[in-house]
């Protein structure tokens, strides 16, 4: 197999249902929330400013201030198909907690990932290359 053709597999199998959605499969719904609104585009993590993380587009410009780590991670990996809106949970600790599963989630992907390629790509050194390629293919990130 080749490097392209795994990275057309992997990226199917993601899409198939390997991957689960954030935030939707990994909170619970009787929780109370927040909600937000989104600006639909791209967005990366800036900088830390007096204890609170500046979110921005990928210009530069701030688009929203997160209270935590966790919470500009919840935001940032909720923005992965760009919604308009989102629901953030008010507890700090349930934010932690479901950040925490999906990196969980997203580090098994990588190890599942890194076993398929070693097997089937034998004769390749370029894992973290085509495991970032894929991730960007389907605009993932872990923080």
Do not use: C
Not at 3 to 19: M, N
Not at 62 to 70: F, G, T, V, Y
């Amino acid at each position: 197999m080749t490097e392209k053709e795994f990275t057309s597999e992997w990226v199917s199998r993601l899409q198939g249902g390997l991957l689960k959605n954030f935030p939707d499969d990994f909170l619970n719904n009787d929780l109370q929330f927040e909600e937000r609104t989104l600006p639909s585009i791209n967005l990366v993590m800036g900088e830390e400013l007096f204890g609170r993380y500046e979110i921005l587009d990928s210009r530069g410009n701030s688009i929203l201030m997160a209270e935590s780590l966790p919470e500009a991670k919840y935001i940032l990996y909720s923005n992965r198909l760009k919604p308009q809106a989102l629901k953030i949970p008010r507890d700090e600790t349930q934010i932690r907690e479901t950040v925490k599963s999906y990196e969980k989630h997203l580090d098994n992907i990588i190890r599942q990932m890194e076993a398929g390629f070693k097997k089937d790509v034998p004769q390749s050194k370029n894992f973290i290359t085509v495991s970032n390629g894929i991730f960007n293919l389907l605009n993932l990130k872990r923080y």
